[in-house]
């Protein structure tokens, strides 16, 4: 038989748990079909162009993971875009390295990490996640799936890129600097017309890393994650922040136990915030979307933006920020 001091160390235990599982607000049947559907979400400016991408399939009633693919080969393609594929900022051995990963509502995922010469990495990611029983393929392995998948490969650095890194050599000199230039991805998010949900990340990482770094683009639960029931999430800023953290994972769940995705992405910047201690010298960034077709935004740093596109908008957010 349970003593008294037995069962009161029992339920005292027991009550955070039941609190918060008493606070969470389960998806609904009029949730599931609501009229604010679709949606996409995206990181920073150049997925203004990316959402006009993806809703080209949202709105005529296509999956989200088509969507977020097409959304995210946009900035891929981009010469100009000095942080996301061709174009994109190499490491410190002059080499352009991509990371990527992708996430549908039944949570199959792909990803790819230090793979190079291959424009749209986020594609090779879906192909791993439709084509194999594995969720990531590295460096050589990933390349010579992708060939054998009949990606082109080619020489992604750019004029312009290669002579940002000659400059760079001059002095090799690597300390990131937290300003709202100082953005290596686009994560993008989409809620379909059925109320599924998705998600791709795609970068080419901080510009000038040691060779062979990945941060936490292509990793799942890090720099992306999805569930279905509840939300999804992506993040911008210090990778290895969001890898120590699991800091998608960490907003969904959140979300789960019944915040909103701006506090829900608050919650989780103040977690690592904490953590952290002298945070005004790093930058975190988190954009989530919830089944119910609400998005939500907070970062250390001023200057992150998003883009957002639904029914009746396509506009840039400042997300808002502890500091």
């Known amino acids: 038989m349970m003593s008294k001091r037995r069962f009161l160390k029992y339920s005292l235990l027991g009550t955070p748990i039941m ?25 920073w400016k150049h997925g203004l162009l990316a959402n006009d991408a993806a809703w080209g399939i949202l709105s005529k009633g296509g999956r989200a993971i088509d969507a977020v693919e097409a959304g995210v080969r946009v900035p891929e393609a981009d010469p100009d875009n000095h942080t996301v594929g061709y174009g994109g900022y190499p490491d410190r051995d002059g080499k352009v390295t991509l ?31 439709d084509d194999t029983p594995h969720v990531m393929l590295v460096g050589e392995g990933a390349l010579k799936f992708a060939l054998q998948k009949g990606f082109k490969q080619e020489n992604l650095l750019t004029p312009k890129a290669e002579a940002a890194w000659r400059s760079w050599l001059k002095k090799a000199e690597y300390d990131p600097v937290i300003n709202i230039e100082n953005h290596d991805t686009i994560g993008m998010l989409a809620l379909d017309q059925k109320g599924n949900l998705s998600g791709a990340c795609t970068t080419s990482g901080a510009a ?42 960490l907003v969904v769940e959140l979300m ?55 029914k009746s908008t396509h506009q840039m957010i400042d997300s808002k920020s502890k500091l």
């Open 99 to 129: 990371d990527a990963c992708i996430m549908d509502e039944n949570q199959n995922c792909g990803s790819v990490a230090f793979l190079q010469g291959i424009k749209h990495p986020i594609s090779v990611a879906r192909k791993v996640m």
């Open 19 to 43: 609190s918060l599982i008493s606070s969470a607000s389960p998806v609904t049947e009029d949730d599931i079909h609501s009229s604010n559907r679709p949606v996409v979400v995206s990181t």
């Open 208 to 249: 000038f890393k040691m060779h062979g770094r990945v941060g936490d683009s292509p990793l799942i639960g890090a720099g992306l994650y999805v569930d279905n029931e509840v939300g999804a999430a992506t993040a911008t800023g210090m990778g290895e922040l969001m890898i120590k953290t699991v800091g998608c994972h």
């Open 256 to 310: 789960r136990q019944g915040y909103d995705p701006e506090e829900a992405c608050r919650q989780a910047v103040e977690r690592i915030a904490k953590k952290l201690g002298d945070y005004k010298n790093f930058q975190v960034g988190f954009l989530a979307l919830n089944r119910k077709g609400n998005y939500g935004a907070y970062c250390i740093q001023p200057g992150f933006n998003f883009a957002a596109k639904n």
